[in-house]
């Protein structure tokens, strides 16, 4: 991890959060007592950053500097919320088409995935605060930078995110394996919103019960399902078949 992703030190990382920097996670030993871990705490209280606890060995292997049992993690890139992108997007007159990544922790899987999206005229990445990825340098250059052009918004969950697109208009997918609908059989040319699960466990229950509609890739080979990453390309060029084909 390059230096200037981490901030080591309670007083520097209370510094970074009243600072308003866009944090990702802190790591905080466990057990952590004194006036200044309060301060921290009292700092962080009602913002929407991920506090982990943890045994000091762990922040050990991250850092050898006097880090006093605190380490945060920035973001690469600025968060966006969807309350902010979305009326917008209708403002400008635009067809809006966002992805939903739920449980996605594998930072190559979420390059990529990026890097599909911005090609694809995607509007917005939306990621959850807990469960998800980390939007570091190796996910910007796993991106070829798309990361940089394309906003991600970071929402409490993809549920309340899911639900808040239905509440404004858009069409929520889902990708399953469980599905008995073709990709190709729902109508992508109004506002859409594609939730993509993680590979071993897939969209969760309640988001796949809150989507207007569940569907699936077809498969012909043994094994057991796509890559997430290629299984998003596929949905986004079908959306793009679909919007491209619609303007002729």
Known sequence: MEKNEMIFGIRA???????GKDIDKILIKKDLQSDLAQELFAAVRGRNIVVQKVPIEKINRMSR???QGVLAFISAVTYQHLDDIVPGLYEEGKNPFIILLDGITDVRN???IARTCECAGVNAIVIPERGSVSVNADAVKTSAGAL???PVCRES???EAVRFLKNSGFRTIAASEK???NYTDIDYTVPVAIVMGAEDTGVSKEVLCLCDDMVALPQMGVIGSLNVSVAAGVMM???????MGNCK
Request: avoid cysteine.
């Open 13 to 19: 990382v209370i510094e970074a959060v009243e600072a």
């Open 65 to 67: 500097k006097n880090h």
């Open 110 to 112: 979420f390059g990529a």
């Open 148 to 150: 940089l052009h394309l």
């Open 157 to 159: 969950s993809v549920f």
């Open 179 to 181: 599905a008995v609908v």
């Open 237 to 243: 060029y079908e959306v793009v078949r679909q919007r």
